[in-house]
C-alpha cells in the first residue's frame, strides 16, 4: 500500500449523473495529480494541484472538476460525461522535492 | 510532441530468467526516468528511478541503465519470480515547469513457471 487511497473502487453511472471521486493522503505530500487511464493508451494527465492551487489542466474537458480543498485530499467532479470517459482513474501525490509519484489504487469509472 | 514509448506490449520469461524491458524516450530534457510496475486492480507502484547525470541504478534485484546517446531506457529484472509479473512503466520527468510524469505505452511481462 502506498497511503493513497481512493473512493470508490468502481462506479458505474449514466451520461446525465453527477458523481465525485475522492482521494485521499496523509503523507505530508504537497502536489496530488489525477491521471486516467484508458485500455489501450499511455497513463495521461489530467490535473496537478501543487500546494493545493491548480498549476496544470492538460485541455481536459469541462465535464471534469477538480477540486483540491488542503493538501490532503483531491476530488475529480463527473458531470455529463461520454462512454469514451469509461476508464481507470488514478490519484497520486508525491512529496516536496521528490520526484516519486506515490499512486492510489485507482477508480474504475463505466460510463453507460 | 515528445514522448515516451515502449517497444514491446508483451515479454513472456521462464521463472528463475533474467528479464529486460526496454523504453525509448524522446525528450532529450528529462532529468530523471522512473520504472513503475502495475499489478490487476492496483495502481502503479514505483521500482527504481534514475536521475539524468546517471547511466545505471541497481536495487534489489533490479537494475535501470539509462543511454542518454540513444536516449534508451531499460530495466532489468533478475531472476525474475512469478510475483513479477505486470505491466511496467517507464516514465520521464522534468525538474523544471510542471510536477508531472509523461508515461509511456507499458510492457506486459509474464512469468512461465
Known amino acids: 500500500e502506498t497511503g493513497v487511497t481512493q473512493t470508490p473502487r468502481h462506479l458505474v453511472m449514466g451520461m446525465t449523473n453527477k458523481k465525485s471521486l475522492k482521494c485521499e493522503q496523509h503523507l505530508g505530500h504537497n502536489a496530488m495529480y489525477w491521471y486516467k487511464q484508458s485500455a489501450k493508451k499511455p497513463l495521461e494527465l489530467m490535473f496537478v494541484y501543487s500546494l493545493e492551487e491548480r498549476v496544470e489542466n492538460n485541455s481536459v474537458p469541462s465535464r471534469f472538476s477538480p477540486e483540491c480543498p488542503n493538501s490532503s485530499h483531491l476530488f475529480l467532479h463527473l458531470h455529463t460525461l461520454q462512454p469514451e470517459d469509461s476508464a481507470l482513474y488514478l490519484c497520486a501525490s508525491s512529496p516536496p522535492g521528490g520526484d516519486e509519484q506515490f499512486f492510489g489504487p485507482g477508480t474504475r469509472l463505466t460510463v453507460l | 510532441g515528445e514522448s515516451v514509448g515502449l517497444h514491446l506490449p508483451t515479454l513472456s520469461v521462464q521463472e528463475g530468467d533474467n528479464s529486460i524491458i526496454n523504453c525509448a524516450y524522446s525528450?532529450?530534457?528529462?532529468?530523471?526516468f522512473i520504472w513503475y510496475k502495475q499489478e490487476s486492480g492496483k495502481g502503479p507502484q514505483f521500482i527504481i528511478d534514475?536521475?539524468?547525470?546517471?547511466d545505471k541504478r541497481q536495487g534489489q534485484r533490479v537494475t535501470v541503465l539509462l543511454n542518454k546517446t540513444v536516449k534508451h531506457l531499460s530495466l532489468q529484472i533478475a531472476a525474475t519470480q512469478p510475483g513479477d509479473s505486470a505491466v511496467y512503466f517507464c516514465?520521464?520527468?522534468?525538474?523544471?515547469?510542471?510536477?508531472?510524469?509523461?508515461f509511456g505505452s507499458g510492457t506486459r511481462l509474464q512469468v512461465q513457471p
Open positions: 525528450n532529450s530534457a528529462s532529468d530523471y
Open positions: 534514475i536521475r539524468s547525470n546517471m
Open positions: 516514465a520521464e520527468g522534468s525538474d523544471t515547469g510542471r510536477r508531472a510524469l509523461t
